[in-house]
């Protein structure tokens, strides 16, 4: 059974920086891509950032390029995302996924991602 599971979310003013832990377990983690999405209140689940199963290869939504970074330790099993330069907007509950085997490594589409975490809250003040 794939278990994902989120860390690191809290309360941050603007201009002020998070990082966020994945922790998988389950399913081979270092031969997979991985993914991060957020859900801001009253909006659609979003994605923010992917990566392939090496590390080799990252893509970010326009609206997180240059501010956060997806990076992967496949000794850890973990994905994180280092959130800079957070702005209000980026206030969401965020949610690492790990996508089908089949599935394009980069991905936006939600149905292409399988397993899911529960998510953590990341709140930024203004």
């Known amino acids: 059974q794939v278990q994902l599971v989120e860390s690191g979310g809290g309360l941050v003013q603007a201009g002020g920086s998070l990082r966020l832990s994945c922790a998988a377990s389950?399913?081979?983690?270092?031969?997979?891509?991985m993914g991060w999405f957020r859900q801001a209140p009253g909006k659609e689940r979003e994605f923010v950032a992917a990566?392939?199963?090496?590390?080799?290869?990252?893509s970010y939504a326009d609206s997180v390029q240059g501010r956060f970074t997806i990076s992967r330790d496949n000794v850890k099993n973990t994905v994180y995302l280092q959130m800079n330069s957070l702005k209000p907007e980026d206030t969401a509950v965020y949610y690492c996924?790990?996508?089908?085997?089949?599935?394009?490594?980069?991905?936006?589409?939600?149905?292409?991602?399988?397993?899911w975490g529960r998510g953590t809250q990341v709140t930024v003040s203004s």
């Open positions: 990566i392939s199963w090496s590390g080799g290869l990252t």
């Open positions: 996924a790990q996508p089908s085997p089949g599935a394009f490594w980069a991905s936006r589409t939600q149905t292409s991602y399988t397993d």
């Open positions: 389950g399913r081979p983690f270092s031969t997979s891509a």
